[in-house]
Nanobody, 124 residues
């Protein structure tokens, strides 16, 4: 069982930055691939970024490539999402998820555990 708790969301102006954190419980965190997803009002949940268990492989949605960076610290059981050059269209609830297979993936079906999410609002 893995429990995930996100933090770091908030209100920021367009062009600003935020860093989201996802703290995981459980000694096996280092074995899990991790992902970030987001859901805006009236829209489906969409993939944002993912990272493999080792951190060697990362994946990004085209809409955030070059602006967002996913990373992890297995000693702290935490995965991060650094978000720069934020745009109003980045406004959403951001959730982290854990994939026991370890790869990190782009599809929601690949993930076994989810956090509750943290709100990110970007004003124009």
């Amino acid at each position: 069982q893995v429990q995930l708790v996100e933090s770091g969301g908030g209100l920021v102006q367009a062009g600003g930055s935020l860093r989201l954190s996802c703290a995981a419980s459980g000694r096996t965190f280092r074995n899990y691939g991790m992902g970030w997803f987001r859901q805006a009002p009236g829209k489906e949940r969409e993939f944002v970024a993912a990272i493999s268990w080792s951190g060697d492989s990362t994946y990004y949605a085209d809409s955030v490539k070059g602006r967002f960076t996913i990373s992890r610290d297995n000693a702290k059981n935490t995965v991060y999402l650094q978000m720069n050059s934020l745009k109003p269209e980045d406004t959403a609830v951001y959730s982290c998820a854990a994939d026991w297979r370890g790869y990190g993936a782009r599809t929601t079906e690949s993930y076994d555990y989810w956090g509750q999410g943290t709100q990110v609002t970007v004003s124009s």
